[in-house]
Each structure stands twice: as structure tokens, then as C-alpha cells.
């Protein structure tokens, strides 16, 4: 009876096993050749193009696919001469054009991973801009052009002062106050989300010096508040992220940039979220109703498989 038990379990285990083994079905198929949302970043010796989201039937999904398809995607879209739309704040800002995909045929592999059975494909790019560049900077492209937006309602000009009152009613209905606002952290700027329409104002606060005391030790307070006037009556709070306490257990999220991807005349808001000693996700938010909900959350893993532990 010991032995029936003993290779019933060992029989279990390998099912399990088995099961954990297979990759998840994919997303889409990489031979209907959907647009695809890319991240470029790096500086301007090393820039790099990675697939970050698909557009399928006018949605924005996370790309899932085996090993097969996510070399199938490279030699889809990575063919070097491919050229590339880049945007900044929801604007047309110039091209990339791949040099270098990511598993050339007789050559090594543009990355690899310790420990890592397959790896999230990217491109080696030449970028053709004229933003000005930071050290190291980040775009947004796609693999199909979008239309210029039209014309925005400047900002307010008390832009700082109306963001301010944002963040305090977003502290407020946490039963925080004005002093949880660290001037040297706290941040305001604009984004015009929709083409002829008041633009979305964004109140940030993210500490520097959160975990000062150790590895994620210490309090601190974190916010991403927007804030939308959709009926003409005055900003108010429609979208809140905040938390306080100890620095490890805090979800930080900051804005990565915005652009519309389903085509509906509005801008989807891709957002970093990260904990300490945490993966990064990557968050995007739609307006609907006045106010911005989180349509999609995945992971930022350059690691898509684990190679197998002995």
C-alpha cells in the first residue's frame, strides 16, 4: 500500500511539474501581426526598443506568447530597417530604426539572463528626434502611426497652486494634512489628454529619501493624484493613488507618459508601480466618466521563463 501511495505522489508531482512546465496560451497570433505598443529607452549610444502591449480589437492587452511566437514576433517586427513612430506627452516626436534584432541568425542573442530559459525580445534602435534629450530618457512607439492630437486648452496659470489643492483633497479624505506635503518632493505638471479640452493636471510626490534609515525603512508619504475639469465647474480629484507608513510596505507609482492607443480620441496614462524589493509593473489607465481606472496591470519581467531548478 506504501509503494501504490509513494508512486501515486511521485506520479502527482510530475503532473504538476508537467503543468507548471507549459507556458500559458498565448495572447494573440504574432502572424495576424496586431499593433504592438513599445517602450524605447536608454541614451544615445544604447537605445533599445522592448514590446510592452498588443492592440487587439481595439484594447490594449499584455503580450503572452511561448518561446516559439516571442521569436516569431522578432523576426516579425525586429527586421533591421523597420521604422518606428516615437511619441512624447501624446505627440508625434520623431523615429527609431532598428539596426540589430534580437536573435540574429549564427550570432548570440542581443541579451541574456542568468537562470533565465526565455527572455522578453528587444531591438537595438537608432533614435531620430528633435526633443531634447536627457542622460537617459524613455519614449513611447508603436507599430502603426496615430494622428497628431488637436489643439489643447492651456493650463491653468496657477498650475502648482490648483495641483496643490488636488493633492490636500486626495490627503484629506485619508485624514492627512497640508503637512504631509514635502515641498522638495512634491511635483505639478499638465497633460493635455484630449484635443481641444481643459488638460489633465497630475500632483506627484515621491520621497528620495524614503528608506533613509535602511532598506526600505522609514515613513514615508506617497501620492499620484489627477485632477480633470470635464464640466466646467473646476478641477477635482479623478485619480488617486496614495499611501503612507513605512517605506517598504508603500506602492509607489509614477508617470511614465500618455498617448492614445485605442484610437477614441483620448489618451490612455502608462504608469511604473514598484515596491520595495518588488517587481515593477506596468499600469495603464483610461478615462471614462470623469475619472481614470486602471484598465491593465502587468508585470515588467525581462525574465518570461525561469530555467528549471535541479
Not at 502587468?298 to 525561469?306: H, L, T
Request: aromatic content about 8%; hydrophobic content about 40%; overall charge negative.
Amino acid at each position: 500500500m506504501l509503494s501504490i501511495l509513494a508512486l501515486a505522489a511521485g506520479c502527482d508531482k510530475a503532473k504538476k511539474e508537467s503543468a507548471d512546465d507549459r507556458p500559458p496560451p498565448p495572447s494573440f497570433d504574432v502572424a495576424t501581426k496586431p499593433p504592438l505598443v513599445f517602450q524605447v529607452f536608454g541614451t544615445t549610444d544604447s537605445t533599445r526598443l522592448v514590446p510592452i502591449a498588443a492592440i487587439i480589437d481595439g484594447a490594449v492587452k499584455p503580450i503572452i506568447l511561448p518561446e516559439s511566437d516571442w521569436r516569431r514576433l522578432d523576426s516579425t517586427y525586429f527586421q533591421p530597417g523597420s521604422q518606428y513612430p516615437v511619441y512624447r506627452d501624446g505627440q508625434p516626436a520623431g523615429t527609431v530604426t532598428v539596426t540589430r534584432r534580437m536573435w540574429e541568425p549564427d550570432s548570440e542573442p542581443l541579451y541574456d539572463l542568468p537562470g533565465c530559459r526565455e527572455v522578453r525580445p528587444m531591438a537595438a534602435v537608432a533614435l531620430k528626434t528633435s526633443v531634447p534629450l536627457d542622460p537617459a530618457f524613455e519614449f513611447l512607439s508603436l507599430s502603426v502611426a496615430r494622428p497628431s492630437m488637436a489643439a489643447a486648452v492651456s493650463a491653468p496659470k496657477d498650475l502648482a497652486a490648483t495641483a496643490r489643492t488636488l493633492a490636500l483633497a486626495a490627503l484629506k479624505a485619508e485624514q492627512l494634512d497640508s503637512t504631509d506635503i514635502d515641498t522638495a518632493s512634491f511635483s505639478a505638471r499638465a497633460m493635455h489628454v484630449s484635443g481641444g479640452s481643459k488638460p489633465t493636471l497630475v500632483a506627484s510626490q515621491v520621497d528620495a529619501n524614503a528608506g533613509d534609515t535602511g532598506p526600505g525603512a522609514g515613513h514615508t508619504t506617497h501620492f499620484l493624484v489627477f485632477g480633470d475639469d470635464i464640466d466646467g465647474k473646476g478641477y477635482q480629484v479623478s485619480y488617486r493613488h496614495l499611501e503612507s507608513g513605512e517605506a517598504r510596505a508603500v506602492e509607489f507609482q509614477r508617470m511614465l507618459d500618455h498617448l492614445d492607443l485605442t484610437g477614441d480620441g483620448t489618451d490612455e496614462v502608462f504608469l511604473e508601480s514598484w515596491r520595495y524589493a518588488g517587481t515593477n509593473e506596468l499600469v495603464l489607465l483610461a478615462r471614462a466618466s470623469g475619472k481614470w481606472h486602471e484598465m491593465l496591470r502587468v508585470p515588467q519581467n525581462w525574465c518570461v521563463r525561469e530555467k528549471k531548478k535541479k
